[in-house]
C-alpha cells in the first residue's frame, strides 16, 4: 500500500517568514496531490492541490511543487499570518484511495 | 447551502451495541468516503464509495460496514463496537469531475465504554 510521510511533523515559524512542509509518497502511479488544512477543532478543509502534468501551482500566499521522480510535493506558505496556524496534510492519491500522512502542526509565532 | 452533514455529532455508547452515524451530502457528488482521525495517526479512509452501489475499502475497515443505497447517503455501521473505534470520524463527498477534493462533513465524536 501507499507509504505517504510528512515532514516536519510540527513548524514553528515567526510570523511573515516563510514555511515548507514536504511530503513523500511511494506509489509511482499517483496522480493527483492535495493539502488540506484543520484549525483546532475544525473539519479539514482542501486549500491546494496539484496534479500529475503539473510541476508548480500558486494561489495568493500557499504554493505547492511536484517533483515525480523523487516522489515528493511540498507546501509552501509565504508571509505567514497568525490565521496559518493549523494541522496541514498532504493526501496523495492511490488508485481510488486517498491516503492522508500524519499532518504537520504549523505555529505561527508572534 | 452546500455541505455533508453527519449525525450524531456526539455519541457515548457501550462495548457491541450497534451503531449507525448517519452521513448525507446535498451536492450530488459520486464519491463518499469515512475516515477516522485518532492522535498521531492523521486520517485514516475506512472506506469509499465511487457510486451507488458500489462501495470498497480503504486503510482501516475491520469492523465497520457502509451501505450506498442512495447518492446522497452514505451510512457508517458499527455492528459490535469496541473500545478501539473510540474515535473522530468525518464523512467526506466529492465531485465526479474532481471526485478526490475531498468536502468533509462536521465530524462525529464517538466513544465506546
Known amino acids: 500500500g501507499e507509504n505517504v510521510e510528512q515532514h516536519p511533523s510540527t513548524l514553528s515559524v515567526q510570523e511573515g517568514d516563510s514555511a515548507v512542509i514536504k511530503c513523500t509518497y511511494s506509489?509511482?502511479?499517483?496522480?493527483?496531490f492535495p493539502w488540506y488544512k484543520q484549525e483546532l477543532g475544525k473539519r479539514p478543509q482542501l486549500i491546494i492541490d496539484?496534479?500529475?502534468?503539473?510541476g508548480e501551482k500558486k494561489d495568493q500566499r500557499i504554493a505547492v511543487t511536484l517533483n515525480k521522480t523523487a516522489k515528493h510535493f511540498s507546501l509552501h506558505i509565504t508571509e505567514t499570518q497568525p490565521e496559518d496556524s493549523a494541522v496541514y496534510f498532504c493526501a496523495p492519491l492511490e488508485e481510488d484511495k486517498i491516503i492522508f500522512g500524519k499532518g504537520t502542526r504549523l505555529h505561527i509565532l508572534p | 447551502e452546500a455541505q455533508v452533514t453527519q449525525n450524531p455529532r456526539y455519541l457515548i455508547t457501550v462495548t457491541g451495541k450497534k451503531l449507525t452515524v448517519t452521513c448525507s451530502q446535498n451536492m450530488n457528488h459520486e464519491y463518499m468516503s469515512w475516515y477516522r482521525q485518532d492522535p498521531g495517526l492523521g486520517l485514516r479512509q475506512i472506506y469509499y464509495s465511487m457510486n451507488v452501489e458500489v462501495t470498497d475499502k480503504g486503510d482501516v475497515p475491520e469492523g465497520y460496514k457502509v451501505s450506498r443505497k442512495e447518492k446522497r447517503n452514505f451510512p457508517l455501521i458499527l455492528e459490535s463496537p469496541s473500545p478501539n473505534q473510540t474515535s473522530l470520524y468525518f464523512c467526506?463527498?466529492?465531485?465526479?469531475?474532481?471526485?478526490?477534493?475531498?468536502?468533509f462533513g462536521p465530524g462525529t465524536r464517538l466513544t465506546v465504554t
Open positions: 506509489d509511482s502511479a499517483s496522480n493527483y
Open positions: 467526506a463527498s466529492g465531485d465526479s469531475g474532481t471526485p478526490y477534493e475531498q468536502y
Open positions: 496539484i496534479r500529475s502534468n503539473v
